[in-house]
C-alpha cells in the first residue's frame, strides 16, 4: 500500500486568502491526481501529472494550480480561495503493475477546505 | 469513453445480514475495476481490483467481488457486515495507460445493529 499525506487535514480561511494544500508521496510513483469531492457526491478530477514537469486540467474545471516539481511532491494552490472552493480534496497517486496499463491509485486521507 | 453507474445511493443492513452493492459499468474493451471504501472524513481505501484472470476477486477486510462481462457488472459481496463496515463505497473503472480512471456516485452503507 502507498503512502500517501496531505496537510493540513483541515483548514478554514477566510476569502481572498491564497492557499496551498500539501500532497507527498513516498513511493515514488510517477502519476499524482488532485480530485475533489463535495458531501454525498462522487469524485471529480481537476489535474493530474505523469511526471516531474507535467500537469494537466482534468475532468472538473477548477480556478486551483498545480506544480510537479518533485516526484513525491504536488501542491495545489488556490491564488484567491472564495466560498464556492469550500470542499474536500484528495491527492491521489498510482502506481502501474506488471504491465503498464494496470493502473491503481492510491488515495490520501484529504483535505477539508472551509472558505468563510 | 468509460462510465460507472452505482444504482443505490444509501443501503441499510442488519449487521450480520449479507451485502452485496452493485456496479455497472460501460466500457467497449475489457475494463480495470475497482471498489474502494471512504470512511467518514477520510480518504478512499482501496478494497479490491479486477484487472484480468479469475473473475472472482478477494479484497481486505472479507470484501469479495465478481466480473460478469455478460452483464457489464462488478458487484462487490461481503457474507457477514459488521458494525465498522459503514462506509460510503465507490466502484471506478479505468482503462489503463493515460486513460484516466472514473469512479461512480458512491453508496453510503448503513450497518443497524
Same mark, same amino acid.
Given at each position: 500500500?502507498?503512502?500517501?499525506?496531505?496537510?493540513?487535514? #483541515?483548514?478554514?480561511?477566510?476569502?481572498?486568502?491564497?492557499?496551498?494544500?500539501?500532497?507527498?508521496?513516498?513511493?515514488?510513483?510517477?502519476?499524482?491526481?488532485? #480530485?475533489?469531492?463535495?458531501?454525498?457526491?462522487?469524485?471529480?478530477?481537476?489535474?493530474?501529472?505523469?511526471?516531474?514537469?507535467?500537469?494537466?486540467?482534468?475532468?472538473?474545471?477548477?480556478?486551483?494550480?498545480?506544480?510537479?516539481?518533485?516526484?513525491?511532491?504536488?501542491?495545489?494552490?488556490?491564488?484567491?480561495?472564495?466560498?464556492?472552493?469550500?470542499?474536500?480534496?484528495?491527492?491521489?497517486?498510482?502506481?502501474?503493475?506488471?504491465?503498464?496499463?494496470?493502473?491503481?491509485? #492510491?488515495?490520501?486521507?484529504?483535505?477539508?477546505?472551509?472558505?468563510? | 469513453?468509460?462510465?460507472?453507474?452505482?444504482?443505490?445511493?444509501?443501503?441499510?443492513?442488519?449487521? $450480520?445480514? +449479507?451485502?452485496?452493492?452493485?456496479?455497472?459499468?460501460?466500457?467497449?474493451?475489457?475494463?480495470?475495476? !475497482?471498489?474502494?471504501?471512504? +470512511?467518514?472524513?477520510?480518504?478512499?481505501?482501496?478494497?479490491?481490483?479486477?484487472? +484480468? $484472470?479469475? *473473475?472472482?476477486?478477494? $479484497? @481486505?477486510?472479507? !470484501?469479495?467481488?465478481? !466480473?460478469?462481462?455478460?452483464?457489464? +457488472?462488478?458487484?462487490?459481496?461481503?457474507?457477514?457486515?459488521?458494525?465498522?463496515?459503514?462506509?460510503?463505497? !465507490?466502484?471506478?473503472?479505468?482503462?489503463?495507460?493515460?486513460?484516466?480512471? *472514473?469512479?461512480?456516485?458512491?453508496?453510503?452503507?448503513?450497518? @443497524?445493529?
Amino acid at each position: 500500500e502507498a503512502d500517501i499525506y496531505q496537510t493540513p487535514r #483541515y483548514l478554514v480561511i477566510g476569502t481572498g486568502k491564497k492557499i496551498t494544500l500539501e500532497c507527498s508521496q513516498t513511493m515514488g510513483h510517477d502519476k499524482m491526481y488532485w #480530485y475533489q469531492q463535495d458531501p454525498g457526491m462522487e469524485l471529480h478530477l481537476i489535474h493530474y501529472s505523469y511526471g516531474v514537469n507535467s500537469t494537466e486540467k482534468g475532468d472538473l474545471s477548477s480556478e486551483s494550480t498545480v506544480s510537479r516539481i518533485r516526484t513525491e511532491h504536488f501542491p495545489l494552490t488556490l491564488e484567491s480561495a472564495r466560498p464556492s472552493h469550500t470542499s474536500q480534496y484528495l491527492c491521489a497517486s498510482s502506481e502501474e503493475g506488471r504491465l503498464n496499463f494496470q493502473e491503481t491509485q #492510491y488515495f490520501g486521507p484529504g483535505t477539508r477546505l472551509l472558505v468563510l | 469513453a468509460q462510465s460507472v453507474t452505482q444504482p443505490d445511493i444509501h443501503i441499510t443492513v442488519s449487521e $450480520g445480514a +449479507s451485502l452485496e452493492l452493485r456496479c455497472n459499468y460501460s466500457y467497449g474493451a475489457t475494463p480495470y475495476l !475497482f471498489w474502494y471504501v471512504q +470512511s467518514p472524513g477520510q480518504g478512499l481505501q482501496l478494497l479490491l481490483k479486477y484487472f +484480468s $484472470g479469475d *473473475t472472482l476477486v478477494q $479484497g @481486505i477486510k472479507g !470484501f469479495e467481488a465478481e !466480473f460478469k462481462r455478460s452483464q457489464s +457488472s462488478f458487484n462487490l459481496r461481503k457474507p457477514s457486515v459488521h458494525w465498522s463496515d459503514a462506509a460510503e463505497y !465507490f466502484c471506478a473503472v479505468g482503462a489503463g495507460g493515460y486513460q484516466k480512471v *472514473t469512479f461512480g456516485t458512491g453508496t453510503k452503507l448503513q450497518v @443497524i445493529p
